[in-house]
Nanobody, 116 residues
Framework: QVQLVESGGGLVQPGGSLRLSCVASGFTFSSYAMSWFRQAPGKERELVAGITGAGGSTGYGDSVKGRFTISRDNAKNTVYLQMNSLKSEDTAVYYC?????????WGQGTQVTVSS
């Protein structure tokens, strides 16, 4: 049974940082690219960042380039999202996903709120 469990969300002030984690189980983690998406109230879900199975290649949405960093530890079956210089517009539910798009399993999401 595939499971993706996110953690690390919370309330942070503008300019602050958070690190999200997603622990995967039920599949061969290193064989899959992984990604982070987010969905703000009233908006469509958008791709934030993606990383290949071995971690050698990453990609980012335009709104987070230079501020967010995706990484993975295949020994721990975990993918991370380091978020720096957070802005109010980064407020959303963040989801971990198996793969980069289309088919794949989703985590349950973790809330990130950026507010003073």
């Amino acid at each position: 049974q595939v499971q993706l469990v996110e953690s690390g969300g919370g309330l942070v002030q503008p300019g602050g940082s958070l690190r999200l984690s997603c622990v995967a189980s039920g599949f061969t983690f290193s064989s899959y690219a992984m990604s982070w998406f987010r969905q703000a109230p009233g908006k469509e879900r958008e791709l934030v960042a993606g990383i290949t199975g071995a971690g050698g290649s990453t990609g980012y949405g335009d709104s987070v380039k230079g501020r967010f960093t995706i990484s993975r530890d295949n020994a721990k079956n975990t993918v991370y999202l380091q978020m720096n210089s957070l802005k109010s517009e980064d407020t959303a539910v963040y989801y971990c996903k198996q793969g980069l798009g289309g088919r794949g399993y989703w985590g349950q999401g973790t809330q990130v709120t950026v507010s003073s």
